[in-house]
């Protein structure tokens, strides 16, 4: 697959620019880090994750049963169970702003805490910003290219490369700070 660095990805010049965030995992902690960058003009922020849907490790796929022990880019793959249930009450679960809906259980199943993952991201309009079935190949710090590193309070920047899992395609962009989010 040949590598790309995507126009996006230059580096800028005036201190007004927003600083690129790229996110990695779309779980719970990948969905509220993207939703708090996303409301902040001064980020432009892009969240990478390697499953087609978001969920993180709530993500179960319907098929997944018939096709056990699949590789983590398949589409089938999940670390969950069928019957699982949180072990936290929906009180501790929800995130700011976003209670689950009425009449939930306390103690919710898999598609439940799903849903309400999918929810929180329509909610707070995150699509726009994530970037499914995009696996990370490497992450390396922007060090002794002078055109490209800016060091400031929070370090040099990034260069991630992904891999676009259904188009069988790489691309490198550069960013100002990388956030893992895999749990």
């Known amino acids: 697959m040949p590598s790309r660095l995507s126009n996006s990805s230059i580096a800028h010049s005036g201190s007004s620019a927003p600083r ?52 983590p880019a398949s589409p089938f793959y999940s670390r969950m169970y069928k019957n699982m249930r949180t072990n936290l009450p929906t009180d501790l679960m929800c995130l700011e702003g976003f209670p689950f809906p009425q009449g939930s259980r306390s103690y919710c199943d898999v598609q439940t805490v799903n849903n309400y993952l999918e929810g929180y991201a329509k909610h707070f309009h995150l699509s726009e910003h994530i970037k499914l079935s995009h696996r990370i190949v490497n992450i390396a710090p922007q060090i002794g290219d002078k055109e490209n590193t800016r060091v400031a309070a929070i370090g040099p920047r990034w260069t991630v490369t992904y891999e676009d899992l259904q188009q069988s395609s790489e691309t490198s962009e550069i960013f100002d700070a990388v956030l893992i989010c895999t749990g």
């Open 20 to 71: 690129r965030v790229a996110v990695i995992g779309a779980g719970y902690s990948g969905l509220c880090s993207l939703r708090h960058f996303a409301g902040d003009a001064k980020y432009e922020v892009v969240l990478f994750e390697q499953a087609n849907r978001i969920g993180g490790v709530w993500n179960y796929p319907a098929g997944c049963e018939e096709n056990l022990e699949q590789d």
